[in-house]
């Protein structure tokens, strides 16, 4: 239990409310390391750091949802099956954007940074998660 952070801990450390912290555990975007003897959930100090990220993929634009639901899509997923899958879904980026006409290339380029942002930050989101 040494170490744990409890929900108040937790929340001060990572700049959000005790509710914030509700809300992204119903959601399954962080998840209580364990519980004490008296059943408060004990969150890992890394978790600020998850917090932190998910609040930076939420400010570029993905739904609290939407991150739940890649984080669970790959939970088990080998990394290298997921680097393929993004190679992929570039290369698919990259071939529209080049054949994109005149009037399409300010959403193309729109979507390129927008892809950009969020590698970024699935990048430190990847970082920040404790190792379990």
């Given at each position: 239990?040494s170490?744990?952070m409890?929900?108040?801990?937790l929340?001060?450390?990572?700049?959000v409310?005790?509710?914030?912290?509700?809300?992204?555990?119903?959601?399954?975007?962080i998840?209580?390391?364990?519980?004490s003897?008296?059943?408060?959930?004990?969150?890992?100090?890394?978790t600020?750091?998850l917090?932190?990220?998910?609040?930076?993929?939420?400010?570029?634009?993905?739904?609290?949802?939407?991150?739940g639901?890649?984080?669970r899509?790959?939970?088990g997923?080998?990394?290298?099956?997921a680097?393929?899958r993004?190679?992929?879904d570039?290369?698919a980026?990259?071939?529209?954007?080049?054949t994109?006409?005149?009037?399409?290339?300010?959403?193309?380029a729109?979507?390129?940074?927008r892809?950009?942002n969020?590698?970024?930050?699935a990048?430190?989101l990847?970082?920040?998660?404790?190792?379990?």
């Amino acid at each position: 239990m040494s170490g744990l952070m409890r929900i108040g801990e937790l929340a001060t450390a990572a700049g959000v409310s005790n509710r914030t912290i509700d809300f992204y555990t119903t959601l399954g975007l962080i998840a209580p390391a364990e519980r004490s003897p008296g059943g408060y959930r004990l969150y890992d100090p890394a978790t600020v750091e998850l917090i932190a990220s998910i609040r930076r993929l939420e400010a570029s634009g993905m739904a609290l949802e939407d991150i739940g639901r890649e984080l669970r899509a790959a939970d088990g997923m080998v990394l290298s099956e997921a680097v393929a899958r993004l190679n992929r879904d570039l290369e698919a980026l990259r071939a529209l954007a080049e054949t994109a006409d005149a009037d399409a290339q300010p959403m193309a380029a729109t979507l390129t940074i927008r892809a950009h942002n969020l590698i970024t930050a699935a990048m430190e989101l990847l970082i920040a998660m404790p190792d379990v």
